[in-house]
């Protein structure tokens, strides 16, 4: 014969008002109303035939039933308490596999690394490198960050940093030469690029009134990260993410000519699949990244624009 289980939602708030011996402390701790507390209570106590608290005034009191019931509950709670956390051990044992374009990786995630292994030391990551979307059918990845406009079909996605272009150098590429007044002036500068991202130029150069210019000379790199590189080495200017050159521009090793900053549809996210959306590990690392994000965005905001 199977015994029936009592309304768990109920038992819950059996547990915590016999704990405080209040139902309006309870209600405090459950975010509810000590209304709402009471009538879980009396669904309990219907559901057992037997009266659990003695309500004295304004004061209540567990009954002789109520008392065992809950001596018999703690034990239970103890052990649900110990099986998950054997549970979540076993999340934890596992890296967590990262999948991350190496711009976005280098420049952002990489740097703010160290505060989050400070705040959880027993969180080990697998980093993936790769501007390919990431496959989760196909790929050994849990999670991924991704740039594009958060509507992939069969994932969570979280916006995580939006895109706003800019130009950028090193100082040194200034020194000893009048500076770029106007964006047309851009023409007499070697111009950087990466073939990842041909169409950023001709995005902000249009914005600017300085479609005239030709975009494509000057010096083609592979990726995003070695045209960033030659910037940093004066080698010209590059058309920077800002959000990934906020720490370059913050501490002097690029400036940015002009105060222009023309926004894209498309932002990086945080996506995973829905099947890991209660995965401890991987609720650990995306609340973490998002409270990283939102921060990063309210220190973007308060800088000149």
Known sequence: MVTRLP????????EVAARHLSFTRAARELHVTPGAVSRQVMVLEEFLGARLFERVNREVRLTAVGRRYL?????????????TQRAMQGVRDKPLHIWCPMTFAMRWLVPRLPAFHAAHPGRD?????SLKPVDFTEHDADVAIRMGRGDWPGVISRFLVGIELLP???PRLLEGRAPPIHPGDLGQYTLLQSVARPDYWPTWLQAAGAGDID?????????VSLAYQAALEGLGVAMGQHALVADDLASGRLVAPFGLRVPIDNAFYLIYPERLQYDAHLCTFRDWILAEASADEARRASLPA
């Open 7 to 14: 309304p768990l939602n109920p038992l819950r708030t059996f």
């Open 71 to 83: 001596d018999d509950l703690n034990d239970v709670f103890d052990s649900i308490g110990e099986a």
């Open 125 to 129: 990551a697998i980093f993936t490198t």
């Open 168 to 170: 950028v150098c090193s």
């Open 215 to 223: 975009p494509d000379r000057g010096l083609t790199f592979e990726s």
